[in-house]
């Protein structure tokens, strides 16, 4: 066992898991590529769980950080913060929701766990209705609103949640269905919770689900959602971590796939903004972000330095059309890995919006997740100079695919024969 890892086993606690028998530690990136410490290159198919959108060390990003870390690092909530009113701004005309307002947090889970905060004092109930499969967070609100089980250490929870249907689409009771009669369920699965449940905050569901294994709902399945919701006034927060900022292609937005419902009361964003740099938030109606009674300040959320990563790193990707790029190249290696997984038995579906791909793979015959199976094609892949992500839940495991947003089709080539591949030696 190498230094560091016994290091890191005698420190952290051991929940916090590696990926690979033998963890990789990544000493530097450049583009859509990062090298180990043993000098090895590899592919990042996986950007360091969607957070690195843009590219690794993208030279924009890099000379904003140092200018503004130069000039000053952090002057705290009390004093006006230019670089952060002007984030606010481009995130709030961004967001598609009238007279926005944008708080910033440090993580996807604080900007959730704000998101709570705020749907709950707006509608004065602590009920919250989250979806199966879902993954919104490690704080001890975000877990309790967390469906995937893989991803909930704790049963105690500060919230009564329900989960909706209408995340997984391979198994579970409604697989059978065509899109309309799928969201016809989900939509009478949602309205008879309602029915027997008393006052609602708020519905929180992620457009594609992320660690849950890349599943996308039908389109239009939230608009019809939000029509059942909006009778009852309970609010939709759209939970964009990982969907935001053009990654699913054809929307800079995921809730824009359920466009019809317009914009959600509440979305969260973190992840890709920053391309590294630690961003969350939460953009809504100035009616529900201005409802808390007391001062609710984040010490570290709209750092100067980060908002400086955050501004750079948004204008390179509009500039540079990164939501375009993600589309076609999305489109090609998505068309590409459908070829190539043809007739593997133990591959039962690749799916994906964008660069944002999911490969399910199950067990032959029975057609189980298989944990193992999906490690070993994780492994193999290693082995060939390329990384990718796994997730799953409810009896599924994927792996999964997100490159940065500016990965060439050349790139998109290699990575597909590396796992093709990987995927060949074990599936
Ligand atoms: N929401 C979604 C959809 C996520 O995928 C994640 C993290 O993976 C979170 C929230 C939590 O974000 P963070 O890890 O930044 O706290």
Redesign the pocket.
């Given at each position: 066992m190498n230094d560091l890892l016994k290091r890191h086993q005698a420190v952290i606690p051991d929940w916090v898991t590696l990926y690979y028998r033998d963890p990789i530690e990544i000493t530097h990136g450049e583009g859509r590529y990062v090298w180990d410490a043993e000098g090895r290159r590899y592919l990042d198919f996986f950007g360091g769980?969607l957070t690195t959108m843009t590219a690794h060390a993208l030279p924009e990003v890099t000379r904003a950080v140092s200018e503004q870390a130069g000039r000053m690092i952090h002057s705290s909530t009390l004093y006006l913060n230019r670089p952060m009113v002007e984030l606010a701004e481009r995130i709030a005309a961004l967001s598609g929701i009238p007279d926005a307002r944008v708080f910033f947090t440090t993580?996807?889970?604080?900007a959730?766990d704000t998101a709570l905060l705020l749907a709950t004092a707006h509608r004065r109930s602590n009920q919250v209705l989250a979806m199966r499969n879902s993954?919104?967070?490690?704080s001890f609100s975000?877990v309790s609103i967390t469906g995937n089980r893989s991803w909930t250490p704790t049963t105690l929870s500060p919230l009564q949640t329900l989960y909706v249907h209408g995340g997984v689409r391979t198994r579970g009771p409604y697989a059978h269905l065509d899109d309309a009669e799928f969201t016809a369920a989900c939509v009478a699965d949602l309205t008879d919770l309602l029915g027997h449940t008393g006052d609602v905050a708020a519905l929180i569901a992620?457009p594609v689900q992320?660690?849950g294994g890349f599943t996308s709902p039908p389109d239009g399945l939230y608009a019809a959602f939000r029509e059942v919701l909006a009778e009852r006034g309970v609010l939709w927060i759209a939970?964009e971590?990982?969907t935001g900022w053009g990654r699913t292609g054809e929307h800079f937005w995921g809730w824009q796939a359920h466009g019809a419902g317009g914009p959600p009361d509440l979305l969260t964003f973190?992840?890709g903004i920053g391309n590294g740099m630690s961003i969350?938030g939460v953009v809504g109606r100035a009616e529900i972000m201005n409802g808390l009674s007391a001062n609710s300040i984040s010490t570290f959320g709209g750092s100067p330095v980060t908002m400086a990563a955050g501004l750079a790193n948004l204008s390179y990707l509009l500039e540079h059309d990164l939501q375009g790029n993600a589309r076609r190249v999305g489109g090609l290696l998505i068309e590409r890995l459908r070829a190539a997984t043809a007739g593997l038995d133990r591959v039962r579906e690749v799916r994906g919006r964008g660069l944002m791909i999911g490969i399910e793979i199950a067990k032959p015959g029975t057609g189980g997740a298989d944990p193992e199976a999906t490690g070993a094609v994780l492994e193999a892949a290693r082995e060939g100079g390329l990384l990718v992500g796994k997730g799953g839940g409810h009896d599924s495991s994927a792996l999964r695919i997100a490159p940065p947003l500016t990965l060439t089709a050349a790139e998109a080539a290699e990575g597909a024969d590396i796992l093709e591949h990987a995927l060949r030696s074990v599936c």
């Open positions: 769980i993580s996807g889970t604080e959730n993954y919104h967070g490690r975000t992620e992320g660690i939970d971590v990982q973190a992840k969350g």
